[in-house]
C-alpha cells in the first residue's frame, strides 16, 4: 500500500524522466501498485498505459476496475464502455470516495447517451442484479429512476441503435417492477 501511494504522489508530477518506475510498477503483484501504476503512467504516456490497459487479464481487469474506468472514461475510449458498464452502479453507490463516485457517474453519463447496445445491456444488467439484491433499501426504485434517465438520454439522441437501447432497458426494467 506505501509503494501504490508513492506511484500515486510521483505521478502527480507529471514527469517523463519517472516512466521507468510506473513500468516497473505494472509488474508488481500487488494490484494497488499496478493500478496506480497505470493511472500515473497514462499521464506520461497515454498511448502505452491503454495498451497496458487492454492488455491485462479479464481477472486482473475485473479487480482494477477503477483505475481502468479513469483512463478509459479520460481517453474516450468507447470500445471499452461495455467493462466499464459492469462497474457504474458499484462505483456510484457503494465505493467510499467522492471522487470515484464522480468518476462512475462520468461513465453513467456516457453510457447512457452512447450507442453502445453491449454497454446499455451490461449497465441494465447490473441495475436488475443491484436492484433486486437492496430491495430492502429501495435500491429498486433508485434503478428504474437510472434507468429512466437512460431513457431519456437514448430519446434524446440521434444514436441508430436508440429504438433498440430504450426497448434494452424498457425489458430490464420489467426484472425490477
Do not use: C, H, W
Not at 42 to 61: F, G, H, Q, T
Not at 112 to 126: G, H, P, R, T
Amino acid at each position: 500500500m506505501v509503494q501504490a501511494a508513492a506511484i500515486e504522489t510521483l505521478g502527480k508530477l507529471i514527469d517523463p524522466e519517472l516512466k521507468q518506475i510506473f513500468i516497473k510498477g505494472l509488474n508488481s503483484k500487488s494490484y494497488a501498485v499496478v493500478g496506480k501504476s497505470l493511472v500515473a503512467m497514462y499521464y506520461i504516456d497515454k498511448d502505452l498505459a491503454i495498451k497496458e490497459s487492454k492488455a491485462l487479464p479479464d481477472e486482473v481487469r475485473e479487480i482494477l476496475t477503477t483505475p481502468l474506468t479513469k483512463i478509459f472514461i479520460e481517453s474516450n475510449d468507447e470500445t471499452e464502455l461495455p467493462f466499464i458498464a459492469k462497474s457504474v452502479v458499484s462505483g456510484m453507490y457503494l465505493s467510499g470516495t467522492g471522487a470515484t463516485k464522480i468518476l462512475y457517474e462520468k461513465a453513467f453519463s456516457r453510457i447512457s447517451k452512447s450507442n453502445n447496445m453491449q454497454a446499455i445491456q451490461n449497465l441494465v444488467e447490473d441495475m436488475v442484479v443491484k436492484g433486486n439484491q437492496y430491495k430492502k433499501f429501495s435500491f429498486d426504485k433508485v434503478a428504474i429512476n437510472l434507468m429512466r434517465t437512460i431513457i431519456k438520454a437514448q430519446e434524446k439522441s440521434t444514436n441508430s441503435n436508440k429504438e433498440r437501447n430504450v426497448a434494452i432497458v424498457k425489458e430490464a426494467m420489467m426484472g425490477l417492477l
